[in-house]
């Protein structure tokens, strides 16, 4: 159980051009996602926790228009990265949390690794 | 400000020889602990939490020891393999629902 998935698994887009990232619990509700970014050989940076119905809360130094989060359902919460350049390439890792099963745990997705030409 | 310290940054053991990995934190609103593996290329994964009320957890060759009054904790792996090399993030989530993260530790294990 507590399965996520990430779609795609990498992605090479060019500069100037929109990329979106699904991100979808597999076998229960997500009330609540996470969207992390890793750089090679780094720890994972929180970039914006989004609640299911609601709007995404972003860290600081995110650019909110840059990466644009929508968690529709239970199941799913996507990230655009709007207008990429070349220093958007990272690896991008959501993770979930079923807040109201009262589990305290968050589970991670495969993550997605975006290549900006 | 990191919020939860980990070392140390890498780590060599011998095959069956013991790994440990430490952390440290001074937010004593944390109340949750866990460890996770991450491979290249792969999204972390759970290997052991710990909740503050007990001092040691097991789960197999992967052992959690806490110190609630150190505020340290720390994650012990025996018998180590080299299909255990890999990057480990400690991690303490607090009541407002945030984790945070330590630098990670990559461990090398030789055959």
Known sequence: GAVVSQHPSRVICKSGTSVKIECRSLDFQATTMFWYRQFPKQSLMLMATSNEGSKATYEQGVEKDKFLINHASLTLSTLTVTSAHPEDSSFYICSARDVQGHSYEQYFGPGTRLTVT | ?111
């Open chain 2, 1 to 111: 400000q990191q919020q939860v310290k980990q070392s140390p940054q890498s780590l060599i053991v011998q095959k069956g020889g013991i790994s440990i990995i430490n952390c440290a934190y001074e937010n004593t609103a944390f109340d949750y602990f866990p460890w996770y593996q991450q491979f290249p290329g792969k999204g972390p994964a759970l290997l052991i939490a710990i909740r503050p009320d007990v001092s040691e957890k097991k789960e197999g060759r992967f052992t959690i020891s806490f110190n609630k009054s150190a505020k340290q904790f720390s994650l012990h792996i025996m018998d180590s393999q080299p299909g255990d090399s890999a990057t480990y993030f400690c991690a303490a989530l607090n009541t407002g629902n945030q984790f945070y993260f330590g630098t990670g530790t990559s461990l090398t294990v030789i055959p």
